[in-house]
């Protein structure tokens, strides 16, 4: 037995060791241009999302889906800043949507934010003049003055 284990380790040292190919040196890389590094490569992207900034394109089913959530921020929880930062979103995404400027006003109304509220139920009579309730809003809009 113990014939059969040197036989085997005396196998083992008999065959040359496996080389991997030497990398190339850096000198011999010369003949490529350098890599240039873009700003975008410089500057790692931000991890945390809540401080980077959202791009708004035109998404009407978003839209909907803040106004939807919005609606319940405002109905059920009584926040009303939550809700008014979901219409202000809505009106991003879309912004011909007429019933996210008539909700965004109604939330800067109770916030007492008497600009914003006028400005945003100016959008909504510019979208819907037709509407039934514009006699309503424009009263709104005078009180708000």
């Avoid at 992207?45 to 889906?65: H, M, R, V």
Wanted: no cysteine; net charge neutral; proline share 7%.
């Amino acid at each position: 037995m113990i014939l059969v284990g040197l036989a085997s380790a005396f196998a083992q040292d008999s065959q040359p060791p496996q080389q991997t190919p030497p990398a190339k040196p850096v000198e011999l890389q010369k003949d490529r241009p350098p890599q240039k590094t873009s700003d975008k490569d410089a500057v790692p992207p931000e991890e945390d999302t809540s401080i980077g900034t959202t791009t708004y394109s035109f998404n009407p089913l978003q839209a909907k889906k803040d106004i939807e959530t919005g609606n319940f921020y405002a109905k059920t929880r009584h926040d009303y800043r939550a809700a008014a930062n979901r219409f202000l979103s809505a009106t991003k995404y879309n912004d011909g949507d007429a019933e996210a400027w008539l909700r965004l006003g109604e939330m800067e109304e109770k916030l007492r934010d008497k600009q914003a509220a006028r400005d945003a139920y100016a959008k909504y009579l510019e979208l819907a003049s037709d509407a039934k309730n514009a006699a309503e809003i424009k009263k709104r809009m005078e009180k708000l003055k």
